[in-house]
C-alpha cells in the first residue's frame, strides 16, 4: 500500500467514519432488542435504527470524500500521520463512551450537559466555555421538551438520583 493511501486511511474523517459506522452498527443491534409492536409502525426500536442508518450513509460519504483521488496537481489535503486531529477524534470517541456510562449513574440530563460541554471544547479550536455551556443547556432543553412533553417519554433519570 503507497505512502499516499496509508495516509488518507489514518486521516481523521477515515477512521471517525469507520468509528461511526461501527457504533452505528451497535445502536441497530441493541434497537432490534427493543419491543416492538405489531400495531404501531415505529415502535420504539424505530427512531433508533433509522438515526443509526442515517449516520452510516453519512459516514459513508465522509470516508469517500477523504479517498477521493488526489487534485490534478497532486497536491495532499495537508494531512500528517500523528497529527493532532487524530487525539481530538479518538477524544471525542472516549468521552462517547463515557456518556454512554455517565446516563446509567447520573442520568440523561445531567451527562447530556457534561457531553455537550466537553465534546464542544475538544472539538473547537476556539474553546469558550460559556458558549458551550449555553448551546449545551440549548440542547438539554430542547431534548427536554419533545421527549418530556410531546413524546411523553420518560428520560433516564440514572441511579444515583432515584
Excluded: W
Aim: charged residues 15%; contains cysteine; proline residues 4%.
Amino acid at each position: 500500500m503507497g505512502q499516499t493511501m496509508k495516509a488518507k486511511l489514518l486521516h481523521p474523517d477515515v477512521v471517525a467514519g469507520l468509528l461511526a459506522i461501527v457504533v452505528s452498527a451497535v445502536f441497530i443491534n441493541a434497537a432490534g432488542r427493543l419491543p416492538s409492536f405489531e400495531v404501531n409502525l415505529a415502535g420504539p426500536e424505530f427512531f433508533p435504527r433509522v438515526s443509526a442508518g442515517l449516520l452510516i450513509v453519512l459516514a459513508l460519504l465522509q470516508i469517500a470524500a477523504k479517498l477521493r483521488p488526489l487534485t490534478e496537481d497532486g497536491a495532499e489535503d495537508g494531512y500528517r500521520a500523528g497529527d493532532e486531529n487524530t487525539t481530538t477524534v479518538l477524544l471525542a470517541v472516549g468521552l462517547s463512551a463515557a456518556y454512554y456510562y455517565a446516563m446509567v449513574v447520573i442520568g440523561f440530563m445531567l451527562s447530556t450537559f457534561l457531553y455537550c460541554v466537553s465534546l464542544t471544547l475538544v472539538t473547537q479550536e476556539k474553546r469558550d466555555l460559556k458558549r458551550a455551556a449555553g448551546n449545551a443547556v440549548i440542547v438539554v432543553a430542547v431534548v427536554h421538551v419533545v421527549f418530556s412533553y410531546l413524546l411523553k417519554a420518560s428520560l433516564p433519570a440514572g441511579s444515583l438520583f432515584r
